[in-house]
């Protein structure tokens, strides 16, 4: 007698023997859109928010650890825009890459691989001999970084409910910020208590990601993807197991479910404006982040905020303040009136740092507050808009590429920082960054789509 299949392998076969119907609980069914919250949700986000968490401390040891790295191996401009932009080219690369395998292969094996490769690599930065050695080594950081952006942002999206998908996916900015943060305030106790402190700095970021990598083991396929691959009783057994059986993959019909994925996809006529939109945002938000707060102490040293002034606390408590803040503006506003409202908010605070001069300490604090608070708070929407712009078969493509786009855009700003104060100054180089978010600014008002009460299947057209 042939023993009775259990748990995951029963459904399958149930799910084979009938693979186009639903489950039923009661003649009722449900979309995975409306399911309501549950536990594995909350394990999916906190899977997410655990690599945002990692993320945010690795890209944040950089700034302190440089200081004390250039007293052992003295750094030019050069080395130092390098390595400040270095993880930030890792992740342009990774996010392509990883993007357009996450699509074929399916979500789950970039999950666990993106991370191995942040932990190996984050604890062999401990034994750099050479800045072309760090710079190497962060570089397959973030090789590694843009794996987990685009095949997080899929993944927790794609397991979503509707209702809650706003608010977890901008989680994803609050949690990365904590982990920038604490960096920070570690590197500022601690990255001069002893000649190699930069080392144990820079290695500790192995220690959540290995963390994150244990606890990634066992995370189910994305059946969305499965759905998508005609894999049907496979994403249903997925559905069973985790969701029960009254809940249906789709609440509707997807006219793209079965089309083909990749790149060229992307530029295809339903969704050229969404991809140009998204590419485009997400550079014009983050060239200023990464350029301003990799190079803070730098910045505040030029400006003379860094001694007693309290600046250092004051604009990390403000990163704090405003990813939560952006969390309960992203539930309360449309994504467009978050989105432009954010760019000119933004790009006044620097319009007003560039004109400013050094005596005014108290209003240069003040602008730069207000800049970071709604930096942080807007931030929430680069985890938010990508994936509900883009349908499932190009979901993880359409999202590493506009973080490709990001962090190329991002890579340059900072390793044009410390070049643009040393021969423009200050103001000057200021005034260009306040240029930069006005072009957001205008590509948001044009382009960007209202997504807030979209379901995933709906995220499709212009």
């Not at 970039?110 to 191995?116: K, P």
């Not at 942040?118 to 570089?139: D, G, K, W």
């Not at 140009?276 to 945002?281: H, L, Q, T, V």
């Not at 006005?438 to 009460?453: D, N, Q, R, Y």
Request: charge should be positive; proline fraction near 4%; hydrophobic fraction near 50%.
């Amino acid at each position: 007698m042939l023993a009775r299949p259990s748990g995951l392998a029963s459904a399958r076969v149930a799910a084979q023997a009938h693979p186009q119907q639903p489950h039923r609980a009661n003649g009722n069914t449900v979309s995975l859109d409306d399911v309501p919250l549950n536990k594995f949700h909350i394990k999916i986000a906190g899977l997410t928010f655990g690599a945002h968490f990692t993320e945010g401390y690795a890209l944040g040891t950089i700034g302190y650890a440089l200081a004390t790295l250039n007293k052992q191996m003295p750094l030019d401009a050069f080395w130092q825009g390098m390595i400040g932009s270095s993880a930030l080219m890792g992740i342009f690369a990774g996010s392509l890459v990883f993007g357009w395998l996450s699509d074929r292969m399916g979500r789950q094996r970039i999950f666990l691989l993106s991370f191995l490769i942040i932990t190996l690599a984050a604890f062999a930065q401990f034994y750099t001999t050479s800045p072309a050695m760090l710079c190497a080594l962060r570089v397959l950081i973030g090789f590694g970084m843009g794996g987990d952006f685009a095949v997080g942002h899929a993944i927790l999206a794609e397991f979503s409910p509707r209702k809650h998908r706003g608010t977890l996916l901008g989680s994803f900015s609050v949690i990365w910020t904590i982990g920038y943060v604490v960096a920070n305030v570690l590197g500022l106790y601690y990255a001069d208590a002893s000649p190699d402190a930069w080392r144990w700095l820079l290695a500790s970021a192995g220690v959540p990601a290995l963390a994150v990598l244990i606890m990634r083991i066992g995370t189910p396929e994305s059946p969305r993807w499965l759905h998508g691959k005609g894999r049907v009783a496979e994403a249903q057994a997925v559905v069973l197991k985790y969701f029960g059986p009254n809940v249906t993959i789709d609440g509707g019909h997807d006219d793209h479910a079965h089309a083909s994925g990749g790149f060229a996809r992307l530029f295809q006529r339903d969704l050229i404006r969404r991809t140009i939109f998204n590419c485009a945002f997400f550079v014009c938000l983050v060239i200023p982040y990464f350029a301003i707060y990799t190079f803070l102490p730098s910045i505040l040293k030029a400006i003379h905020l860094d001694n007693g002034s309290g600046a250092d606390f004051l604009l990390n408590g403000c990163l704090v303040l405003g990813a939560l803040l952006g969390i309960w503006l992203t539930i309360k506003l449309s994504r467009r009136a978050f989105l432009i409202g954010s760019f000119a908010v933004t790009c006044v605070s620097l319009l007003a740092l560039s004109v400013l001069p050094e005596s005014a300490a108290l209003w240069m604090i003040v602008a730069f507050g207000v800049f970071t608070l709604t930096m942080s708070a807007f931030s929430n929407l680069v985890g938010v808009f990508p994936p509900e712009c883009f349908p499932t078969e190009v979901r993880a493509c359409g999202v590493g590429l506009a973080i490709a786009c990001s962090r190329l855009g991002s890579a340059v700003g900072t390793f044009l920082l410390p070049l643009g104060i040393a021969q423009l100054g200050f103001h000057s180089t200021m005034l260009a960054l306040a240029a930069v978010l006005l072009v957001g600014m205008i590509v948001s008002i044009a382009w960007a789509p209202e997504t807030k009460h979209l379901t995933l299947n709906q995220a499709s057209g212009n």
